[in-house]
């Protein structure tokens, strides 16, 4: 990469912060230049913002026919899938998928509801809401 | 109040060692500090997932950069992680009142003053603390040009996340002053470790092999994928390559300007020459990225033969590059001696 080649790029991704990143200049010496991003990282990145983005929206729906728990809308709202959310609380994934059913999620004992609104970093009673 | 200097740069643990380097009297470059801990690489592991998706690695695993730059000079590092959060914390505010900038790992997700759109649950990103107000820290962060403070409660809880590549707390420093030394006997070794480990990999994951079989797994793609499915898979591609540690096919870029740093240092043509071969590379890495995010968002075709073969041109380059390297150790210093790299693992 030259430091002629750095897309001047108005990043929705990096909110104004600038990067660091190495680069030829015009003597053919590598010198650290700031870059605004460019388009396939901001693509990428942003891609992965609206996936959690839509799981949510689409999370809120199943919750409103009865078919989803609170607590998977806030798995997506911290951006957590079942694996990262099961390694945080330290319970097997099986138990969960369990509690992320609306029917186990129900029977959550108050120890491990306060279990996983820790993780989550949020108030126990919190756990129920979900706008 | 120390008088910390914040270093903005490429890469969170390259530039974490470099700056804790400057603090205690080395000014080493970023660059040499990626290159000399042998940072470069390439891993692609089906089997360790990150939001579903296969792991793609440009760089040495997390955590080996400053371990291995600790081995080739020497350093004075102490390492310490933790059981418990509170002696986690005991130990760093002791450290700080010291007057010791304290580098640390921590979960990228729970650090607020990241922006929004970046904080994902990684959980191996390095920063350096230098200083304590109450309850609060100040932070040198060098993903970012400025410094930032942040509260006791969010550091503790970034520091002390669970799950893959859980930091357990772990805090790094340098117990005393180092004088700069002259590392032009280390920087053939140097190359040398990274040029055996892309070339002859111990696992067929790992170095051109690992490229090959990314290649292979984006021939696999088909219309039995679902479009929404396949086009994740590219963009997190993309996403580990361009917007995870640093910008831009950025390690090719670190390590060609350690290459060019080095050659000046050794006074070597041939080494300077290597640089601009690399920085061609990194610019088809930019390529590839460029590809994958236009098939993605559907402005192109979606080609699985095509990605392949850029796959494969970009282990078939890496190959000739690496093994023109490797034979150009055996001329600098420290080339001719077996060196026990095989321990360094």
């Given at each position: 990469?030259?430091?002629?080649?750095?897309?001047?790029?108005?990043?929705?991704?990096?909110?104004?912060?600038?990067?660091?990143?190495?680069?030829?200049?015009e003597a053919?010496?590598?010198?650290?230049?700031?870059?605004a991003?460019?388009?396939?990282?901001e693509?990428?990145?942003?891609?992965?913002?609206?996936?959690?983005h839509?799981?949510?929206?689409?999370c809120?729906?199943r919750?409103?026919?009865?078919l989803?728990?609170?607590?998977?809308?806030?798995?997506?709202?911290?951006?957590?899938?079942?694996?990262?959310?099961?390694?945080?609380?330290?319970?097997?994934?099986?138990?969960?998928?369990?509690?992320?059913?609306?029917?186990?999620?129900?029977?959550?004992?108050?120890?491990?509801?306060?279990?996983?609104?820790?993780?989550?970093?949020?108030?126990?009673?919190?756990?129920?809401?979900?706008? | 109040?120390?008088?910390?200097?914040?270093?903005?740069?490429?890469?969170?643990?390259?530039?974490?060692?470099?700056?804790?380097?400057?603090?205690?009297?080395?000014?080493?470059?970023?660059?040499?500090?990626?290159?000399?801990?042998?940072?470069?690489?390439?891993?692609?592991?089906?089997?360790?997932?990150?939001?579903?998706?296969?792991?793609?690695?440009?760089?040495?695993l997390?955590?080996?950069?400053?371990?291995?730059?600790?081995?080739?000079?020497?350093?004075?590092?102490?390492?310490?992680?933790?059981?418990?959060?509170?002696?986690?914390?005991?130990?760093?505010?002791?450290?700080?009142?010291?007057?010791?900038?304290?580098?640390?790992?921590?979960?990228?997700?729970?650090?607020?003053?990241?922006?929004?759109?970046?904080?994902?649950?990684?959980?191996a990103?390095?920063?350096?603390?230098?200083?304590?107000?109450?309850?609060?820290?100040?932070?040198?962060?060098?993903?970012?040009?400025?410094?930032?403070?942040?509260?006791?409660?969010?550091?503790?809880?970034?520091?002390?996340?669970?799950?893959?590549?859980?930091?357990?707390?772990?805090?790094?420093?340098?117990?005393?002053?180092?004088?700069?030394?002259d590392?032009?006997d280390?920087?053939?070794?140097?190359?040398?470790?990274?040029?055996?480990?892309?070339?002859?990999?111990?696992?067929?994951?790992?170095?051109?092999?690992?490229?090959?079989?990314?290649?292979?797994?984006?021939?696999?793609?088909?219309?039995?994928?679902?479009?929404?499915?396949?086009?994740?898979?590219?963009?997190?591609?993309?996403r580990?390559?361009?917007?995870?540690?640093?910008?831009?096919?950025?390690f090719?870029?670190?390590?060609?300007?350690?290459l060019?740093?080095?050659?000046?240092?050794?006074?070597s043509?041939?080494?300077?020459?290597?640089?601009?071969?690399?920085?061609?590379?990194?610019?088809?890495?930019?390529?590839f990225?460029?590809?994958?995010?236009?098939?993605?968002?559907?402005r192109?075709?979606?080609?699985?033969?095509?990605?392949?073969?850029?796959?494969?041109?970009?282990?078939?380059?890496?190959?000739r590059?690496?093994?023109?390297?490797?034979?150009?150790?055996?001329?600098?210093?420290?080339?001719?001696?077996?060196?026990?790299?095989?321990?360094?693992r």
């Amino acid at each position: 990469m030259r430091t002629t080649e750095l897309e001047t790029l108005d990043s929705t991704l990096l909110s104004g912060q600038r990067r660091v990143v190495y680069a030829l200049n015009e003597a053919g010496q590598y010198q650290a230049v700031h870059s605004a991003g460019w388009e396939p990282e901001e693509q990428a990145g942003l891609d992965e913002v609206a996936w959690f983005h839509h799981l949510q929206t689409e999370c809120k729906a199943r919750i409103q026919q009865g078919l989803d728990s609170p607590l998977r809308y806030h798995m997506y709202r911290l951006r957590l899938d079942e694996s990262l959310l099961a390694e945080a609380v330290g319970l097997w994934s099986w138990r969960v998928k369990r509690h992320l059913q609306p029917k186990g999620f129900a029977k959550l004992s108050p120890a491990l509801r306060a279990r996983y609104a820790q993780v989550l970093g949020m108030q126990a009673q919190d756990l129920d809401s979900y706008d | 109040m120390i008088d910390f200097k914040h270093r903005q740069g490429s890469h969170c643990e390259s530039s974490a060692a470099a700056s804790l380097l400057a603090h205690h009297g080395w000014p080493l470059s970023e660059a040499m500090c990626f290159g000399l801990a042998a940072g470069l690489s390439f891993s692609y592991l089906p089997f360790v997932k990150i939001y579903g998706m296969p792991l793609v690695a440009y760089r040495a695993l997390p955590g080996r950069i400053i371990a291995r730059l600790q081995r080739r000079l020497r350093l004075p590092l102490q390492m310490q992680q933790f059981t418990s959060s509170v002696a986690g914390q005991v130990r760093l505010d002791a450290l700080l009142a010291q007057g010791q900038p304290v580098g640390l790992q921590a979960c990228i997700y729970w650090l607020p003053y990241i922006p929004e759109n970046l904080r994902f649950h990684f959980n191996a990103h390095n920063l350096i603390v230098y200083e304590q107000h109450g309850d609060s820290y100040t932070v040198s962060d060098s993903v970012f040009e400025e410094t930032h403070s942040i509260a006791r409660d969010d550091l503790q809880r970034a520091r002390f996340v669970r799950g893959k590549l859980a930091p357990k707390g772990r805090l790094f420093y340098l117990s005393r002053d180092v004088a700069a030394q002259d590392v032009c006997d280390q920087i053939g070794p140097a190359i040398k470790q990274v040029a055996k480990e892309m070339l002859q990999p111990v696992l067929p994951w790992i170095g051109v092999k690992g490229i090959r079989f990314l290649g292979k797994k984006l021939r696999e793609l088909d219309e039995k994928n679902s479009p929404r499915d396949t086009a994740r898979l590219l963009l997190h591609i993309v996403r580990m390559q361009e917007v995870i540690g640093t910008g831009g096919a950025g390690f090719r870029f670190l390590y060609a300007a350690f290459l060019q740093e080095s050659a000046q240092c050794l006074q070597s043509e041939l080494l300077a020459q290597k640089a601009i071969e690399l920085t061609e590379i990194g610019d088809d890495w930019r390529q590839f990225a460029s590809e994958l995010a236009r098939m993605a968002k559907g402005r192109a075709p979606l080609s699985p033969r095509t990605l392949q073969e850029t796959a494969n041109h970009l282990a078939a380059q890496e190959t000739r590059f690496f093994r023109a390297l490797l034979a150009l150790t055996a001329q600098l210093p420290g080339g001719q001696q077996q060196h026990a790299d095989a321990k360094d693992r």
